[in-house]
Structure formats: C-alpha cells, structure tokens
C-alpha cells in the first residue's frame, strides 16, 4: 500500500510589478528543488528570455477565454490589458500528491486563490521605497512610458490590500530574498499579519 501523503502547501507570492517576485520565486525554486512552481497562463506577449511553459503558457485571446468558460482555471484576472489565470488541474493534483507550490499570480489573483483555497499562505512583496517600482520597470525596457504608468498606477491600489496577506516582505534595494518566510506553519493554524525584510526574514 503506498504511504500516505500530507497534502501540500501553497505558497503564493505576489505584489506589486517590479516588486522583485521573479528574483524571489527563481531564487526559492534554487534552493529547494522539490518545490513544485505553478505556471500561469497569460494572453501578453513574451518579453526576450520568456519560455513557453516555464514562465508563462501564452495564449490568445479567444482560446484563454474558451478554457475559462469550460472551468479550466482556479482564477482568472484581466490586468493591464491581458488576461491571467491559474490552471486548475496542476494544482489540485500536486497538493493532493503532498507536494508543497510556489505561485507568483498579480494581487487580485491572489486574493481570489485564497478564498478557493482559505490555507494558503500569501506573501506580499513590497519595496522599500515605492520609487524603486518606477526605477525597476524602466530598467527592464520592455514597455513604454504610458505602459509603466498604468502600472505604477495599479501598484498604488494593489498596496491596499497588504493586510489581507499572511506576510509582507520588504525587499530593500542592495539585498535579495531566497527564503520563505521561517514562521510558516502547517494548515490548522491562523497565520499573524507579519513584516520582514530580506534575507534575514
């Protein structure tokens, strides 16, 4: 008979763009290899070095929206103009077989998985000066002025909703995070609002 297995924990990382969620979540993915990464699908062009399948699924408009109708995501969001969602089926299947995921969906989306799943833990990636968003998305040079408006507009509202997060984690301009937070615990337990900064945690 095989052995039993604990379900998973779902970790989900999210936070405003340009907070330094890829930088987190390669760095986690490094350091603990048996952490399974959920990979999102999205209706927005690849940027340069953007693989299918390992950063995005990318898919247009009217086969994203025929997956939708048919239930085929845990949660779905339009966000600055594209549309974003969570395949169900990875999911479900990986918790059930014990194994802990990492996700990195926008705030919105993360809000919506914890009401599907109430025990996962949700972190908030934030940093230390809101000047370094603006800073950040300019020096990736993949958008256009108008474009890192709109979102540096988004990223004030996203702020908002940092209370309904289990943790929030500064990430300070000289220093990178590549640890979950210590306090984390197994389901059956509140998780406390919590701030910390990087990499201490």
Not at 12 to 28: E, F, H, I, N, Q
Not at 100 to 117: W, Y
Not at 165 to 186: C, H, T, W
Request: proline residues 7%; hydrophobic residues 35%; contains cysteine.
């Amino acid at each position: 008979m095989p052995p039993r297995h604990r379900p998973g924990l779902l970790f989900v990382v999210s936070g405003p763009s340009g907070a330094g969620k890829d930088t987190l979540v390669d760095g986690l993915r490094t350091r603990m290899p048996r952490l399974r990464y959920s990979v999102s699908a999205t209706t927005r062009s690849p940027r340069p070095g953007e693989r299918e399948g390992e950063a995005y699924f990318f898919l247009d408009r009217e086969l994203f929206e025929r997956k939708a109708a048919a239930a085929e995501f845990l949660e779905t969001k339009e966000y600055n103009g594209c549309l974003y969602g969570t395949p169900r089926s990875f999911i479900e299947q990986t918790l059930a077989d014990g194994y802990d995921i990492l996700m990195k969906p926008e705030v919105n989306g993360a809000l919506a998985i914890k009401r599907s799943f109430p025990e996962a833990v949700l972190i908030f990636l934030l940093p230390d000066k809101f000047s370094h968003l603006e800073l950040r998305l300019t020096n990736r040079r993949t958008e256009s002025n108008e474009q890192i408006a709109a979102r540096l507009a988004i990223a004030h509202e996203e702020l908002g909703s940092i209370r309904q997060f289990d943790y929030a984690v500064i990430n300070e301009q000289k220093r990178s995070a590549r640890r979950l937070p210590s306090g984390a615990r197994r389901p059956g337990s509140r998780y406390p609002s919590r701030t910390a900064s990087h990499p201490s945690l």
